[in-house]
């Protein structure tokens, strides 16, 4: 027990040397004056408001949602008989300027999201090259907003240059293994906004149940889901997630992983899954997608094209992991494919006929794909433009990275940061310290390294427990994805960690404790 009250006793003490509204991820570049100063803001009169020679203005509905957002996260708890301006200038507007015009879009890997933040005597400027950038300021500005023992709003005197180091900062959410309902979605959507993430991977669809909603195949949802009514993404919810998530400049990537974790496809596509045998005989069950049949890619395209045209990112997530070729090995006809093609006893050369065909009719539609790492290990011959997803531990993920990387492909890590792992203590550390360069390698292959993904598998996971699971503890993975290598303190880490996990609790997010001690505002509003 002494090592843990050491442990309390530091972090107890750094928290009382916690800065005046710290952010979270820590930005680039900070600079307060020396004098330091604040500026207080009145919140009747405080206002958003496009800077002259802005290329967007009023009616970018990307910005105008914020503005709403913002003002309400920051002052829906000011009272209107509050005294709002006791000393100083006030600040009473949030100019916001956008170099190149574009509200309509929708975010890419190519966004661009630095913003300058300067707070001054009565002034407030954001600028940034695009809107998504103008999205990750405003963030950065609401968490520096304070109020004083009088219940006054203020901001510090400072000076903020801030990029992302890697453009691909994901979030995968599991609604297979048990459904998230709309709601918990677009609540997590929020949160990551909150922490700068950019991707949600929708891992979809998996074995246990298929409750994505075909036009194209409505009975895939209707066989495959957990309930056809009430566990299923309708095509307009998917909509809603998609323009929730434009809103605050996150992507969506949807994960339809073949030819294995397809077992809930089956009943909904007779004909699709694999039949097992045993000996001669069928015995009734089912194993991946059936590779040697023309219908299976028939069936595949057609999937594939509603799916291209419902999610407008570029890339979809096509899977390629964990394919138990125990059923192929059982079936006749597939052994009698094999002999004929032949690949001789290698089914690892059936699963790369399979891919290869997939990535040419996705190439086909015009869309990119990312794939899981058993692609690349199994040698399937993929685009030059792939990118190679990591998420094994069998062998140590830098060396995979370094193999990815040195092939010329790009890579995704996700193995450090499965996040439905869970153990006692202050696991968010592991995630925290992990750095995704840390691998023999040129500096062109560090430049392939588009970022990474934290992970929240489903099996134990459902809307009960989502939120107190993934935060704060994804904020981890937000900060090292998005801030400078050079970040890496633990204590000053732990510090605005835990005054980034009170904020959320203000914010109603059911963020969990990183250890020890209270925040004035604890959840549920007392």
Known sequence: M????????????????????????????????????????????????????????PGCAVLEAAFQRYWALLFATARPTENEQPW??????????????????????????????????????LSADAVWGALRGLETFSQLVGRDENGTYYINKTEIVDFPRFPHRGLLLDTSRHYLPLRAILETLDVMAYNKF?????????????????????????????????????????????????????????????????????????????????????????????????????????????????FPDFFLHLGGDEVD???????????????????????????????QRLLDIISSLGKGYIVWQEVFDNGVKVRPDTIIHVWKNSMPYMQEMANVTKAGYRALLSAPWYLNHISYGQDWMAA?????????????????????????????VDATNLAPRLWPRAGAVAERLWSNATVRDLHDAYVRLAAFRCKLLGRGVQAQPLYVGYCENEFGGF
């Open 2 to 57: 002494a090592a843990g009250r050491e442990l309390l006793l530091l972090l107890l003490a750094a928290a009382a040397l916690e800065p005046a509204a710290a952010v979270w991820p820590q930005p680039q570049a900070e600079r307060s004056p020396p004098g330091g100063g604040r500026c207080p803001l009145p919140p009747r009169r405080f206002r958003f408001v496009y800077a002259s020679g802005s290329a967007v203005g």
């Open 432 to 460: 925290y310290q992990v750095e995704p360069l840390k691998f023999e390698g040129s500096p062109e292959q560090k430049d392939r390294v588009i970022g990474g993904e934290a992970c929240m598998w489903g099996e134990y």
């Open 88 to 125: 100083g200038t006030p600040c009473t507007q949030l100019l916001v300027f956008v170099a190149t015009p574009g509200c309509d879009g929708f975010p890419s890997l190519d966004s661009k999201e630095g913003y300058k933040l300067s707070v001054s005597e009565g002034s407030l400027l």
């Open 198 to 310: 950019n991707v949600f991977h929708w891992h979809i669809v998996d074995d246990p149940s298929f409750p994505y909603e075909s036009l194209t195949f409505p009975e895939l949802s209707k066989q495959g889901a957990f309930n056809a009514m009430t566990h299923v993404y309708t095509a307009s919810d998917v909509q809603t997630v998609i323009e929730y998530a434009r809103l605050r400049g996150i992507r969506v990537i949807a994960e339809f992983d073949t030819p294995g974790h397809t077992l809930s496809w089956g009943p909904g596509a007779p004909g699709l899954l694999t039949p097992c045998y045993l000996g001669k005989d069928p015995s009734g069950t089912y194993g991946p997608i059936n590779p040697i049949l023309n219908s299976t890619y028939q069936f595949v395209t057609s999937l594939f094209q509603e799916v291209s045209s419902v």
């Open 325 to 355: 070729f125990t059923c192929w090995k059982s079936n006749p006809k597939i052994r009698a494919f094999m002999k004929e093609m032949g690949f001789g006893e290698d089914y690892k050369k059936l699963e790369s006929f399979y891919i």
